[in-house]
């Protein structure tokens, strides 16, 4: 659960923001501050673990209950400055959608102008890994299942190519033309098929969760390819991703939502009915 808001109060010792400012609160509301991932503002790798933003023990004791809440009380370290130029909606999804993309991308040197980029899964995350491999000026084509995703990801978000999977004489075709991919699909899948896809040297980022990972280590070992995993990202990098949006004007596709709508929302993703994100707007909902 992401939440955006105005800064209703602050205590004594905030420097970072101030009433009224818009903030936006991640994954994540807590670390402890003080192991080397922390010290390198990478606090959602916390070596004691970090504190997530919803139905998790907090330092106190409490239990964290995210954006469902009326208001919730968050240490400076952990908000993010959002833009007053850019809608508090379209925050939403970044910081967790958006992050869980970028962050790999930026780690692995994904923003190179002219190389090529594979997005398997046109989702919430397939869709801002487009989105930004875009903004970095890569060649980039979508990996799907669903043919029905041609037309938008192609005139709507943008993509260069889009591939059907199960084409196997489409997927020869590309054999060792991509210099990276992001895998954002949680359904069980083949792995080789991409990995042959990869130019030496070349590297796979899975950041979704399927029940298994499977590849010969030939697919690995020959042309010196790499395979990755990654969550979301620390502070640092978040804040990042939200001032290069901004200036990018880079924004998720969405729906916003009263909460009352809820659970018709989860039955539209269970459906796979949603382009891309669905945001809940609680304070209108709770007026």
């Known amino acids: 659960m992401r939440l955006q808001e105005l800064v209703k109060e602050v205590g004594s010792n905030v420097h970072r923001f101030k009433v009224g400012d818009h903030v936006g609160v991640g994954t994540y509301v807590n670390s402890c501050r003080s192991c080397e991932y922390c010290n390198d503002g990478q606090e959602v790798h916390c070596v004691k673990g970090a504190v997530f933003t919803f139905n998790r023990v907090d330092a106190d004791g409490s239990i964290t209950k995210g954006g469902y809440s009326n208001y919730i009380v968050v240490h400076e370290r952990y908000c993010y400055r959002i833009p007053d130029n850019y809608p508090l909606a379209s925050a939403a999804p970044l910081l967790c959608a958006g992050i869980t993309v970028y962050t790999p991308m930026v780690h692995h040197k994904m923003n190179q102008p002219g190389k090529s980029l594979g997005v398997i899964g046109l989702g919430g995350l397939g869709h801002m890994a487009v989105k930004f491999g875009k903004a970095f000026g890569l060649n980039v084509t979508i990996f799907s299942t669903s043919l029905s995703k041609k037309e938008e990801a192609l005139s709507v978000l943008g993509a260069n190519r889009f591939v059907v999977s199960s084409d196997e004489e489409q997927m020869k075709a590309l054999a060792k033309s991509f210099d990276f991919i992001i895998d954002t699909a949680s359904g069980d899948h083949p792995f080789d098929p991409y990995m042959s896809l990869l130019k030496t040297a070349g590297v796979l980022v899975l950041v979704g969760f399927p029940s298994e990972v499977k590849f010969s280590p030939a697919s690995l070992n020959i042309g010196m390819k790499t395979i990755s ?59």
Do not use: H, W
Request: proline share 3%; hydrophobic share 40%; charged share 25%.
């Open 229 to 287: 995993g990654s969550l979301v990202g620390g502070t640092k990098v978040t804040q990042e991703m939200i001032d290069f949006c901004a200036a990018q004007k880079i924004y998720p596709n969405i729906e916003v939502i009263p909460i009352q709508y809820a659970n018709e929302a989860l039955e539209r993703l269970i459906n796979r009915d949603v382009k891309y994100r669905f945001v809940i707007d609680i304070e209108n909902s709770l007026k």
